[in-house]
C-alpha cells in the first residue's frame, strides 16, 4: 500500500495535554503532509514536511520525519476541544499527482 | 477568494439515475481531485487531472466519468447510480503536488 497508515486509530486526552500521533509509511517519499478533519467537513491542510527535513513547527503542532524509519509523528501541545478531529497523512505518489489517504487518527479532547 | 465549492451539499438518487456533482475553484490551481470517503475508510482518489484537457483514473474510478474543459471547473459524473455509490465526495484542488485544498463536500445517498 501507498498509504500513510495512521496510528492510534483513536485517542482520547484531556484538555491542556499533549497528543501524540503517527504515521508510518512503506515507499520514499519528497514530502509528507498532515491534514485535519473536522466531523462533518472538509480536509484542512496543516503542515507539511519535505523529506530532506526532520522537524517542523507550526504554533502548536510539531511534526517530525524519519525518513530511514520512514515515520512521522504530529504532536499537538496544549490540546483545546476544538482539536476534537480526525487527522490524516497522506502520502502522495511519486509523480506527486495521487495522494492516497489512511483511515486517520481520531483524536478526542475532553473539556 | 471562494476557494473549493462543491455543488450540492445533499442529495439522494434512486438506483439507476445519473448525476453530475459539481466542483469548482477560483485559485487558478492546476491540480484537481476527487474522493470519496466512506465510514472508517478514510479517502479514496476517484479521478483526478493535472490540467485542462488531461485527466486519468484514481484508486475507484467505476462508475465514474470526469471532465476538464476549464481550469476553474471538474465535474463528477456518476452514469448510473448505484447504493454501493452512498458515500461523501471531496474535491480537492493544489497548485502543485504540495497543499491540497478541500471543498466542503457532498453527501450522496443513493437508494
Known amino acids: 500500500s501507498q498509504q500513510g497508515e495512521e496510528d492510534p486509530q483513536a485517542l482520547s486526552i484531556q484538555e491542556g495535554e499533549n497528543a501524540t500521533m503517527n504515521c508510518s509509511y512503506k515507499?520514499?517519499?519528497?514530502?509528507l503532509q498532515w491534514y485535519r478533519q473536522n466531523s462533518g467537513r472538509g480536509l484542512v491542510h496543516l503542515i507539511l514536511?519535505?523529506?530532506?527535513?526532520r522537524e517542523k513547527h507550526s504554533g502548536r503542532l510539531r511534526v517530525t520525519l524519519d525518513t530511514s524509519k520512514k515515520s512521522s509523528s504530529l504532536l499537538i501541545t496544549a490540546s483545546r476541544a476544538a482539536d476534537t478531529a480526525s487527522y490524516f497523512c497522506?502520502?502522495?505518489?511519486?509523480?506527486?499527482?495521487?495522494?492516497?489517504f489512511g483511515t486517520g487518527t481520531s483524536l478526542t479532547v475532553i473539556p | 477568494n471562494a476557494g473549493v465549492t462543491q455543488t450540492p451539499k445533499f442529495q439522494v438518487l434512486k438506483t439507476g439515475q445519473s448525476m453530475t456533482l459539481q466542483c469548482a475553484q477560483d485559485m487558478n490551481h492546476e491540480y484537481m481531485s476527487w474522493y470519496r470517503q466512506d465510514p472508517g475508510m478514510g479517502l479514496r482518489l476517484i479521478h483526478y487531472s493535472v490540467g485542462a484537457g488531461i485527466t486519468d483514473q484514481g484508486e475507484v474510478p467505476n462508475g465514474y466519468n470526469v471532465s476538464r474543459s476549464t481550469t476553474e471547473d471538474f465535474p463528477l459524473r456518476l452514469l448510473s447510480a448505484a447504493p454501493s455509490q452512498t458515500s461523501v465526495y471531496f474535491c480537492?484542488?493544489?497548485?502543485?503536488?504540495?497543499?491540497?485544498?478541500f471543498g466542503p463536500g457532498t453527501r450522496l445517498t443513493v437508494l
Open positions: 497522506p502520502r502522495s505518489s511519486n509523480t506527486g499527482n495521487q495522494f492516497y
Open positions: 480537492a484542488s493544489s497548485p502543485d503536488d504540495n497543499e491540497q485544498f
Open positions: 514536511i519535505r523529506s530532506n527535513e
Open positions: 515507499t520514499s517519499i519528497n514530502n
